[in-house]
Each structure stands twice: as structure tokens, then as C-alpha cells.
């Protein structure tokens, strides 16, 4: 079964350094998202991107986070200077829609912020 | 309010017991519902979409009901790799807006 890769599985980070998390969605999906897990709480919304540009973003997704499909297959989170609340659990998804199909989750990169 | 609630749980049930999941959400415009599980640390991954028809897939069943704007899952026969915590899904133009979770223990 086709599956989503997410690319490191752990990161740890100086706060205050630019860090990228990488996804490669399924194939021929063409909605790509990001989404968090804090420890202990719920999974939240990031942002959803289609047709190389943003379709939504939530409000935890400001001027500090950016997403780009550079090429055919990677889609990246970018978090430009890290603070130490982004330590999280940062998933990818994919779907072949937007909105009527479900979407498959990568199983993460876990950042640590210190 | 919450746009998506669920029973706040936990949820001790021994095996073969019956368990039934709760969620209400409150966009009456949501195009489509889905439970999720989740096991610790780990992605969540999609248990069965929800229709207004209701779905069964083996000992798991899901129901939608688009007027009170609440989906419920149940299961029955419940087994030890049932523990998880199980997450109601809400779809709405692209953005998936989940539950807190409800977590289930099954034990022997």
C-alpha cells in the first residue's frame, strides 16, 4: 500500500535555528498538508497546499512557517527561527482531494527545540 | 465550543467487551467524517470513513447523523490491539479538524 514518508524521524534543534521537515506524499495525491502534536494534546491543523500554493492555514501557522513542493515528490515545512513551544510532533498528510476522501499521514518527525 | 468534541474517556473495557465512541462538531457545512486511531507516539491512522447510511467493517461500526451533527463508532468484541486512543475527524474544504481523542483500554 502506497504510503506517506516523512524524512528525519527526529530532529533536534538550537532555538533560534531555521529547520525543514520533509514529506513525500502518495503519488497521485495532490493535496498535501502539515499538522502538530504537542506532547499530550491534540493533533492541530498547520496548513493545506494545492496546486503550489496555500489553500488554508491556521492561526499557529504565521510568518515563521513556510511549505514548498520544490520538486515532483517533496513537499517541506520550513520553521524559520525555532522557538522552544515548536518542540512537537510535526506530521504530513496527502489526500486525493480536498476534502471528500480521507487523508494518510506520514509517521512524523518528532522536533526538539532546546 | 469545541468544533469537534468527543467523550473525554478513558475508557477500561475488559476483552469482548461492547464500546461505543461518541463526537458531536459544530460546522453544519463539514463535508466528510472519519475515525482515526492512534497508538502512543504514532501517526494517526484511518480506521473507516462515516456515512449517513451507517458502516460496518468487521467488528467495527460507524454512523453519521447530519441533523444532530454527531457520529458515533462502535465496537464490539473488543480485543487487547483495540487500545488506542480513537480520534473523530471532521473534514471541511481541505482542513481536517480532529477530536481530542478518546482513549480505550481493553484488557484481559
Known amino acids: 500500500e502506497p504510503e506517506v514518508t516523512q524524512t528525519p524521524s527526529h530532529q533536534v534543534t538550537q532555538m533560534g535555528q531555521e529547520v525543514i521537515l520533509r514529506c513525500v506524499p502518495i503519488s497521485n495525491h495532490l493535496y498535501f498538508y502539515w499538522y502538530r502534536q504537542i506532547l499530550g494534546q491534540k493533533v492541530e491543523f498547520l496548513v493545506s497546499f494545492y496546486n503550489n500554493e496555500i489553500s488554508e492555514k491556521s492561526e499557529i501557522f504565521d510568518d515563521q512557517f513556510s511549505v514548498e513542493r520544490p520538486d515532483g515528490s517533496n513537499f517541506t515545512l520550513k520553521i524559520r527561527s525555532t522557538k522552544l513551544e515548536d518542540s512537537a510532533m510535526y506530521f504530513c498528510?496527502?489526500?486525493?482531494?480536498?476534502?471528500?476522501?480521507?487523508?494518510?499521514f506520514g509517521d512524523g518527525t518528532r522536533l526538539s527545540i532546546l | 465550543r469545541k468544533e469537534v468534541e468527543q467523550d473525554p474517556g478513558p475508557f477500561n473495557v475488559p476483552e469482548g467487551a461492547t464500546v461505543a465512541f461518541n463526537c458531536t462538531y459544530s460546522n453544519s457545512a463539514s463535508q466528510s467524517f472519519f475515525w482515526y486511531r492512534q497508538d502512543c507516539r504514532k501517526e494517526p491512522k484511518l480506521l473507516m470513513s462515516?456515512?449517513?447510511s451507517g458502516n460496518e467493517d468487521g467488528r467495527f461500526t460507524a454512523q453519521l447523523n447530519r441533523a444532530s451533527q454527531y457520529i458515533s463508532l462502535l465496537i464490539r468484541d473488543s480485543k487487547l490491539s483495540d487500545s488506542a486512543t480513537y480520534l473523530c475527524v471532521v473534514n471541511n474544504a481541505g482542513k481536517s479538524t480532529f477530536g481530542d481523542g478518546t482513549t480505550l483500554t481493553v484488557k484481559p
Open positions: 462515516v456515512y449517513s
Open positions: 498528510a496527502s489526500s486525493g482531494d480536498r476534502g471528500y476522501q480521507p487523508q494518510h
